[in-house]
């Protein structure tokens, strides 16, 4: 199991006992330190309170587990109106809203990143409107990442 993998593991059950989700974990170096970011979320979106609810009790597991062998900082926050999309439930609760899908190869007019209505998931397959209205599938093996797309 990788090192990303083990801190979702710790995360996701602590998350989950404060009747959150766990939608993603960042773990990298940044300049001289190391920062883990935790991306919760709930059905009516993310407080301030929230965040220190599970940051309080994600500190307890993390000390204890000690899966990090150095010192790094703890952001728990939430992931934001881009959100991104990663798992079945990330992409059906999408269906019909705006998504920027950026892909590993150029698929459609020799471009990588594409924006549209996703329509859903077809055999595990995005199904997306472009914004021309063209509608293709695009395999799930090469969506480098997936993420809601909102204009201002």
Not at 7 to 30: H, I, S
Not at 65 to 81: N, R
Request: glycine fraction near 8%; proline fraction near 6%; include cysteine.
């Amino acid at each position: 199991m990788s090192q990303q993998e083990t801190l979702f593991a710790l995360a996701r059950p602590v998350v989950e006992k404060e009747g959150l989700e766990l939608v993603d974990l960042e773990y990298k170096k940044e300049g001289k330190r190391w920062m883990l970011r935790v991306f919760i979320d709930g059905p009516e979106g993310i407080s301030h309170d929230e965040c220190v609810r599970v940051t309080r009790a994600l500190e307890p597991v993390l000390e204890e587990e000690d899966p990090i062998p150095h010192g790094f900082v703890l952001e728990v926050s939430s992931p934001g109106l881009d959100r991104p999309l990663k798992r079945d439930r990330d992409f059906e609760r999408a269906r019909g809203k705006k998504v920027e899908i950026k892909t590993f190869g150029p698929l459609v007019n020799k471009q990588k990143t594409l924006r549209g209505t996703l329509l859903g998931l077809a055999d595990k397959d995005l199904r997306l409107e472009l914004e021309d209205g063209s509608k293709i599938t695009i395999p799930r093996d090469q969506v480098a990442k997936a993420r809601l797309h909102f204009e201002f």
